[in-house]
């Protein structure tokens, strides 16, 4: 299979593996589809036979996890933006990556425990902001309060 054009690069200090490994079992349409060992020691303090890159998909999304070292960390610069259905599935997802060392934030942003950022965002939100005027406005104000986001509340927001 040949490689994607363009490729996703997450910087993890050394749990790359297992940062995927987590995704794959808690998002759809998400696998590990590679692991690679370093060849020799790197820059960082990585190590000849240690995990150097891991090769998965995130909700399809194709990206490499990169074990470089604690030199770099993550913000809320960029995030994984997750549509999600229902309460249910919005619950699931936002309780895996906060039950697993995450952090809740706010408006529906959340961090897992290697401390990428994830917006777990029910559909119903980002129509009704598609939509704008008074809905966005309504869904809009009702969404700010909230760290993850409570379908009905934007459901009775939307209908004023």
């Given at each position: 299979?040949?490689?994607?054009?363009n490729?996703?690069?997450?910087?993890?200090d050394?749990?790359a593996?297992?940062?995927?490994?987590?995704?794959?079992?808690t998002?759809p349409?998400?696998?590990?589809?590679?692991?690679?060992?370093?060849?020799?020691d790197?820059?960082?303090g990585?190590?000849?036979?240690?995990?150097?890159?891991?090769?998965?998909?995130?909700?399809?999304?194709?990206?490499?996890?990169l074990?470089g070292?604690?030199q770099?960390?993550?913000?809320?610069?960029?995030?994984?933006?997750i549509?999600?259905d229902?309460?249910?599935?919005?619950?699931?997802?936002?309780?895996?990556?906060?039950?697993?060392?995450?952090q809740?934030?706010?408006?529906?942003?959340?961090?897992?425990?290697?401390?990428?950022?994830?917006?777990?965002?029910?559909?119903?939100?980002?129509d009704?902001?598609?939509?704008?005027?008074?809905?966005?406005?309504?869904?809009?104000?009702?969404?700010?309060?909230?760290?993850?986001?409570?379908?009905?509340?934007?459901?009775?927001?939307?209908?004023?």
């Open positions: 299979m040949p490689a994607a054009k490729t996703v690069c997450i910087w993890y050394s749990e593996e297992a940062a995927a490994n987590f995704y794959a079992q998002f349409d998400t696998k590990v589809t590679a692991v690679h060992q370093a060849p020799s790197y820059p960082g990585g190590k000849k036979g240690k995990v150097l890159t891991v090769e998965f998909t995130v909700a399809g999304i194709p990206c490499i996890g074990n070292g604690p770099f960390k993550h913000s809320e610069a960029f995030s994984f933006q549509a999600t229902d309460q249910a599935e919005t619950d699931r997802l936002w309780n895996a990556i906060v039950g697993n060392g995450g809740e934030s706010h408006c529906g942003w959340c961090k897992d425990r290697w401390g990428i950022n994830w917006q777990i965002t029910p559909r119903v939100l980002t009704a902001m598609a939509q704008g005027g008074d809905v966005a406005q309504r869904a809009f104000q009702a969404m700010m309060p909230m760290k993850k986001i409570d379908v009905a509340a934007i459901e009775k927001a939307v209908r004023g």
